[in-house]
T-cell receptor, first 113, second 109 residues
Framework: NAGVTQTPKFQVLKTGQSMTLQCAQDMNHNSMYWYRQDPGMGLRLIYYSASEGTTDKGEVPNGYNVSRLNKREFSLRLESAAPSQTSVYFCASRWSSYNSPLHFGNGTRLTVT | EDQVTQSPEALRLQEGESSSLNCSYT??????LFWYRQDPGKGPEFLFT???AGEEKEKERLKATLTKKESFLHITAPKPEDSATYLC??????????FGQGTELSVKP
């Protein structure tokens, strides 16, 4: 009963390095999301995928790219990390784009020095 | 402008002291309101969905209610294990899901 699984749990990067955050869900959900959570800012949507084969920008997409690899997996890539991207990143999924609740993973804690 | 506001920001209770958390919203058409619990170092955990004014949902010591302008999360006789941050999120027409800033609840024995 894994739900939404994120890897890695922790990561430290130097400015300019790149990395990919991985997310997989086993609930057969259609829609997947990437959020970042910062103190005082709440949860902010980076990118989402309403269904397999589609991706769209959210509130704060700059500096990020995503790939919906298949129905289960949705990855987030930082091409050139900046200190402003230090945050906790959450992946979430839900059955459809409307009305159904999001189910979250336990996050990736990223520090960029 | 679509907006979700939670109050208070922080709430300290003694064990057994019942209280309520508030989530007020202004959105262009409510499709659903969701409550989540978030423990430190964890992702938000889904608690309830409410779809229309007058609806109520209960789970153990928690009861969520919904009006046309706000939702309340009532906590009856809380225990220390209820300590967490509680988030509400509103699904508006047009697909936007808006999260509140959360209420940090601390229950002391």
């Amino acid at each position: 009963n894994a739900g939404v699984t994120q890897t890695p749990k922790f990561q430290v990067l130097k400015t300019g390095q790149s990395m990919t955050l991985q997310c997989a869900q086993d609930m057969n959900h259609n829609s997947m999301y990437w959020y970042r959570q910062d103190p005082g800012m709440g949860l902010r949507l980076i990118y989402y995928s309403a269904s397999e084969g589609t991706t769209d920008k959210g509130e704060v997409p700059n500096g990020y790219n995503v790939s919906r690899l298949n129905k289960r997996e949705f990855s987030l890539r930082l091409e050139s990390a900046a200190p402003s991207q230090t945050s906790v990143y959450f992946c979430a999924s839900r059955w459809s784009s409307y009305n159904s609740p999001l189910h979250f993973g336990n996050g990736t804690r990223l520090t960029v020095t | 402008e679509d907006q979700v506001t939670q109050s208070p920001e922080a709430l300290r209770l003694q064990e057994g002291e019942s209280s309520s958390l508030n989530c007020s919203y202004t959105v262009s058409g409510l499709r659903g309101l969701f409550w989540y619990r978030q423990d430190p170092g964890k992702g938000p955990e889904f608690l309830f969905t409410l779809y229309s004014a007058g609806e109520e949902k209960e789970k153990e010591r928690l009861k969520a209610t919904l009006t046309k302008k706000e939702s309340f999360l009532h906590i009856t006789a809380p225990k220390p294990e209820d300590s967490a941050t509680y988030l509400c999120a509103v699904q508006a027409n047009g697909g936007k899901l808006i999260f509140g800033q959360g209420t940090e609840l601390s229950v002391k024995p």
